[in-house]
């Protein structure tokens, strides 16, 4: 692209003489272009400053005290550390379910300096997130937003404090909307939001905010040898399960007693049977004196629908079995010596 300096010259249409005069639209509209960059520079600079002057208040620095589980190292007192951060002016945090594990202390230190002890209101390892409470009025609590309106591309803020520096400050985009990843429990965890804003070990448990400020997502994971792959705890799960952690301490969840594997079909299975999906779930153990085996369930039935639901694997199954299971009467549809079968069951609690 040719830029004139104003020391250049240029032909007049009569070509009888030159002039300083800087061609229309060359060096004004250049010197335009340069001051809007720099506007919006500052604008996004300005746009990280203010969500992270909101939010900041909110985070704190957790330090655990446990003892391993580890079968070299069972029962040796050991160290970890965690982010979390406020959700409520008096005192609940939320934080990750694998940072506080196996804890048998957390102190929690504040961006005002203090320093309290944190108690485990609840923890539900299924999707990675844990609720504590400290016994002091927050500095400043983050709010919960949606994380249903987030769209990739999206500018995002990571808070934590990584590797021990308190404070952190991270930023990048919303990579990815919808991926799954599997919990300590093998649970499958949907919606999970993925960023390539920069967490490191110690990030666990902080926030992940949007230019406003509104909380979107729980930092909990990264890819171990990538770049830029990093994942969060969408915010519609955590205020649900905060919100369970803070009434009953658990997350309630429905339970058959039964133990089984995802099977795919072949087509000409998938026809035999008359499913549209080409997998079930294979029951490879019924427990005694459950409701599974009160329906007259047994080992290698193949499950394919409970309720209006089609079951065409194990995380399938998880997702209804939620807490409107509970005491419910439903129909499971199952194949028994390629036998289509019907039966009532009652799931109960998972204790």
């Not at 803070?246 to 998938?270: N, Y």
């Not at 409970?306 to 129909?331: C, F, K, N, Y």
Request: glycine share 10%; net charge negative.
């Amino acid at each position: 692209m040719l830029m004139l300096t104003g020391n250049e010259t240029v032909e007049s249409a009569s070509d009888e003489a030159a002039t300083t005069t800087p061609a229309r639209g060359s060096t004004v509209t250049d010197s335009y272009t340069a001051l809007e960059d720099g506007s919006l520079l500052d604008a996004y600079s300005r746009a990280i400053v203010n969500a992270v002057d909101r939010v900041t208040p909110a985070v704190v620095h957790l330090e655990i005290v446990g003892r391993s589980t580890d079968r070299r190292r069972r029962g040796e007192e050991v160290h970890g550390s965690g982010s979390g951060f406020f959700f409520t002016p008096d005192g609940f945090l939320l934080t990750n379910s694998h940072v506080v594990t196996n804890a048998s202390s957390v102190r929690a230190t504040l961006s005002d300096g203090g320093a309290y002890a944190a108690h485990l209101v609840g923890s539900d390892p299924d999707t990675d997130l844990a609720v504590l409470k400290v016994d002091h009025s927050a500095p400043g609590f983050a709010v919960l937003g949606d994380s249903s309106s987030l769209r990739a591309g999206q500018l995002v803020i990571a808070i934590g404090n990584p590797l021990g520096f308190q404070t952190t400050v991270t930023a990048g985009v919303v990579s990815a909307l919808g991926r799954t990843m599997r919990s300590q429990t093998g649970r499958l965890i949907d919606g999970v939001v993925q960023t390539d804003a920069a967490l490191n070990p110690g990030n666990s448990g902080g926030p992940l905010v949007t230019s406003r400020g509104e909380v979107i997502g729980v930092n909990t994971a990264v890819i171990a040898g990538a770049q830029g792959i990093c994942f969060a705890i969408p915010s519609r799960t955590a205020e649900f399960v905060a919100s369970r952690l803070m009434r009953d301490g658990r997350v309630r969840r429905a339970f058959l007693g039964i133990a089984g594997q995802t099977i795919r079909f072949t087509r000409r299975q998938a026809d035999r049977y008359h499913l549209a999906a080409p997998g079930a779930v294979l029951i490879t153990s019924v427990e005694t004196d459950s409701p599974a085996a009160a329906a007259g369930l047994a080992v290698r039935d193949l499950l394919v629908g409970v309720g209006s639901a089609a079951i065409t694997s194990v995380d399938d199954l998880h997702r209804v079995l939620a807490e409107e299971a509970i005491d419910a009467p439903i129909e499971l549809v199952f194949f028994r010596g390629g036998v289509r079968q019907q039966r009532t069951v009652t799931p109960l609690e998972r204790k």
